[in-house]
């Protein structure tokens, strides 16, 4: 799909993220694309990409062809020296190779273009988005229109993204640091982190609180061969005297009242003396015993859950379980990388 003539009305399309239990929906919006300099990420020559040197006045010389694995241009036997081209523009190559024909031709007149940027790392969208995919970037693409593009986040994001951008697949600055902000208290504030590994690729991890919130900082521009992961948030169960019984995704200060309500509430037949959680500590399972009838009353703690708590709501008529129950849910598995769909943004 050519998302180049893509309706403007596409881009300003407001996707729901669940960030709490008890249903707050805020909404991320596309920030403005930054100004493009004057040597962009795209005109900037790639690994894959097909090269083309034409000697002005001359056929013998000129040369076709793409980047051998250190970056230099892959085969072209009428110069001495190598010449490197990986990330440069076409311009400073062009300069290279005719310093290099300067030995056998008097003043030569070079141009050097990219002719398909088609066989560039192509980035990948997966984890807790709508619609996993990969894409072919030709032009300038931000975080925010690939999360749009992919029908945005479901609701068991964790609020934490991921982008790992693998070395020399992309020409990204390679001293990229931490970034971080003063929030209104003066006291610095991490945006998203920056970090890279031994062998030089690169991991950012970003708030989608700061993307939703219209940070610049945490919606950056995507590059060749990233791979973005929007991260899962880890699951606790609600099961038995409830509207809904399902798996609720756990985040920050979800207590049982609270999963309870995301789980439709009580049903008739509940017993809300009668809740129990089983939670796994260790390889031991600890049951804790609450009475939402106090808690409600102010009579008892609102106990705060943990990552796989099963809360059981006991119901009348029904023997209380003494063990934890087998959960059975969807055997969901990711698709192969190479499998996704292919967008290309130009």
């Given at each position: 799909m050519n998302y180049h003539n893509f309706p403007k009305i596409a881009l300003i399309l407001l996707f729901a993220f669940q960030i709490s239990a008890d249903g707050q929906n805020p909404v991320i919006q596309p920030l403005e694309t930054p100004p493009q300099t004057e040597s962009t990420q795209e005109s900037l020559i790639h690994y894959g990409d097909l090269i083309d040197v034409d000697v002005i006045g001359s056929v013998e010389y000129d040369w076709r062809g793409t980047l051998n694995?250190?970056?230099?241009?892959?085969?072209?036997d009428f110069i001495d020296e190598p010449v490197y081209a990986l990330c440069r523009s076409e311009a400073l190559v062009a300069e290279d190779v005719a310093k290099g024909y300067a030995k056998l031709l008097r003043n030569p007149k070079v141009v050097v273009k990219i002719l398909d940027i088609s066989n560039r790392a192509l980035s990948v969208l997966d984890g807790a988005v709508k619609k996993s995919q990969r894409f072919q970037l030709k032009r300038t693409a931000n975080l925010n229109e690939l999360l749009i593009i992919g029908g945005g986040l479901t609701d068991n994001a964790s609020g934490e993204i991921r982008i790992f951008r693998p070395q020399r697949l992309s020409c990204a600055n390679k001293n990229e640091e931490n970034v971080s902000q003063v929030n209104s208290n003066g006291a610095e504030r991490e945006k998203f982190v920056k970090t890279s590994n031994i062998n030089g690729s690169t991991i950012l991890n970003i708030r989608i609180s700061d993307l939703i919130s219209g940070d610049k900082d945490a919606n950056p521009q995507i590059m060749s061969g990233d791979i973005i992961t929007v991260l899962e948030a880890e699951p606790i169960y609600v099961i038995g005297g409830v509207n809904n019984p399902k798996q609720i995704s756990l985040r920050s200060q979800l207590?049982?009242?609270?999963?309870?309500?995301?789980?439709?509430?009580?049903?008739k037949d509940a017993l809300l003396s009668s809740v129990t959680i089983f939670r796994r500590v260790d390889k031991e399972t600890k049951i804790i015993e609450v009475d939402l009838e106090k808690v409600r009353k102010g009579e008892s703690e609102d106990i705060l859950l943990q990552t796989f708590d099963i809360v059981d709501v006991g119901q009348k008529g029904k023997v209380k379980k003494k063990y934890p129950p087998v959960i059975k849910f969807n055997d969901y598995t990711k698709n192969q990388a190479s499998n996704l769909p292919l967008t290309i943004i130009e």
């Open positions: 694995p250190e970056g230099f241009l892959n085969g072209m207590t049982v009242s609270r999963a309870i309500d995301s789980a439709g509430g009580a049903s």
